[in-house]
Every structure is written in C-alpha cells, then in structure tokens.
C-alpha cells in the first residue's frame, strides 16, 4: 500500500553543519510530496512542496528535489542554524488530497 | 489573524468523561480534518470532512464523533475517555482540487491528557 519511510531520529548536529534528512515513498501514479516543520508547541506548517517528478521544492534555505526514479524526496539544508532545530515531517497527499500520509517525523537538535 | 483556530489548548479530565475539542478556519477552505499526535511525534489522521460532508473515517473508535455544522468549523466529541486517548489533537484546513498542490493549514493542537 502507500507508504512515507523517513530516516529515524533525533538527529543532533552543530551550527552551520550540512543536513540531510532522507525520505522515501511507495505510491500508484506521481503525487505531489511535501515537507512540513513542527516547532516545539506548535502545530505543522509546510516547509516546501514538489508537484512532479524533478521538481526541486525550496524555502528558507531547505531543499528537497522529487526523484521518480528512486521514489525519493530528500530534505537538505547547507548550514543549519539554532532555529531550525524541530521535527520534519514528509508528507504524501492521496485520495484526491482528502487523506494525508506522514512520515514518523524527525527530530532535529542543532547545538551552537 | 488565526488561519485555524483550536479550543481549548489543554484539556485535563478523568477517565470515562466527554469531552469536545472545536476548530476554526477563517481560510475559506472546503476540507478539514482531524490528526491524533502521539507522545513519539507519530500523525496519523482520523477524520476528514469536505463541505460539512464526511469523506475518510480513519477507523478510528465510534467515541470520537466529528461534527460539521458548516464549511469553517469542524468539532470533535469524545465519549467516555480512555487513558490511551491521551494525545495532541490537530485540527487542519485545505482546498484539494485535482493536481492542484493542496497544502494543508494546521491549527495548535489540543493537548488532551486522560488521567
């Protein structure tokens, strides 16, 4: 069945360290994929979004490009700050966007 | 202005009370929908709604009941609380329509705690 696999975490990283956080699908047909951000005590926000395969979705720094080819859509981010510690999530719409699938969500520490 | 508004923001009772969570949108969307936070971040949605019509039922236990009384608001009833419904609830808003990118708008949780 569908299905959105993200890397465990937490992950802990210093300030202005590289960042990936690696997800991957299982899906009929080409969706649109998603990143969203949690901040402590608050609820999702999106962070970026692909609508089809190659695109590359951006924000803040963040990057994710959609790769049919090995059904992935891994987040990057080149130097990370403080602020960005919280728990990404990737997100996989079906059912004509009625149903969400997220990813366990990972956690990310960034030390100063 | 709050896109998506949620009440109460804490909910503290005992097991086997009632309880209601409301939410709000002021985005004019047409779909909203209900997601069960676990204490390990898991989101697993439990219901969907698109204009006051519910569209996905998540298996989720018939004493969570939504209502719809119209497009902006969505409200969950839970009867006779469980320890193991103890979890942050969100509410969230979006407009699906085809290949449209339909982002979804999340409210700031309810933190129900069952004792």
């Known amino acids: 069945g569908d299905s959105v696999t993200q890397m465990e975490g937490p992950v802990t990283l210093s300030e202005e360290a590289f960042l990936t956080i690696n997800c991957t699908y299982t899906?009929?047909?080409?969706?649109?994929l998603f990143w969203y951000v949690q901040y402590p005590g608050e609820g999702l926000q999106l962070l970026l979004k692909?609508?089809?395969?190659?695109d590359k979705g951006s924000n803040k720094g963040f990057e994710a490009t959609y790769r049919k080819e090995t059904t992935s859509f891994h987040l990057e981010k080149g130097s990370v700050q403080v602020s960005d510690s919280a728990v990404y999530f990737c997100?996989?719409?079906?059912?004509?966007?009625?149903?969400?699938?997220f990813g366990a969500g990972t956690r990310l520490f960034v030390k100063a | 202005d709050t896109a998506v508004s949620q009440t109460p923001k804490y909910l503290v009772t005992q097991m086997g009370n009632d309880k209601s969570i409301k939410c709000e949108q002021n985005?004019?969307?047409?779909?909203m929908y209900w997601y069960k936070q676990d204490s390990k971040k898991f989101l697993k949605i439990m219901f969907s709604?698109?204009?006051?019509?519910?569209?996905i039922n998540e298996t989720v236990p018939n004493r969570f009941s939504p209502k719809s009384p119209d497009k902006a608001h969505l409200n969950l009833h839970i009867n006779s609380l469980e320890l193991g419904d103890s979890a942050v609830y969100f509410c969230?808003?979006?407009?699906?329509?085809?290949?449209?990118?339909?982002?979804?708008?999340f409210g700031p949780g309810t933190r129900l705690t069952v004792t």
């Open positions: 997100a996989l719409p079906l059912a004509g966007g009625f149903k969400t699938i």
């Open positions: 899906a009929t047909g080409y969706p649109s």
């Open positions: 709604y698109n204009n006051k019509e519910l569209i």
């Open positions: 969230a808003s979006s407009s699906p329509s085809g290949r449209a990118v339909y982002e979804q708008y």
């Open positions: 692909a609508t089809k395969a190659d």
């Open positions: 985005l004019g969307h047409d779909t």
